[in-house]
Nanobody
């Protein structure tokens, strides 16, 4: 089992920045990938960014590429999402999720953290 807890959300003006954190606990040695998804009201949950856990290998959705930076600190069992040049359309609940070694798909999810960008 892996437990994920997000933090760092909040209200920010357009053009501003926020940094989200995702603290992992439990069987962290079994993690293959960690990713961020987001869900805006009335919309489906969308992929934002992901990285492999042991060797950083970031990948971004087109909508955030060049503005967001995903990183991880294996020693602290924490993943981060630095969000810059925020836009109102970035408003959503942001979720951290983990894919486990030997299994496909994201099996573990955090509770989410709200990000609101005002215009």
């Amino acid at each position: 089992q892996v437990q994920l807890v997000e933090s760092g959300g909040g209200l920010v003006q357009a053009g501003g920045s926020l940094r989200l954190s995702c603290a992992a606990s439990g069987r962290t040695d079994s993690i293959y990938k960690l990713a961020w998804f987001r869900q805006a009201p009335g919309k489906e949950r969308d992929f934002v960014a992901r990285t492999t856990w042991r060797i950083s290998s970031p990948y971004y959705a087109d909508s955030v590429n060049g503005r967001f930076i995903i990183s991880r600190d294996s020693a602290e069992n924490t993943m981060y999402l630095q969000m810059n040049s925020l836009k109102p359309e970035d408003t959503a609940v942001y979720y951290c999720t983990a894919e486990i070694l030997g299994r496909s798909g994201y099996d573990y999810w955090g509770q989410g953290t709200q990000v609101t960008v005002s215009s």
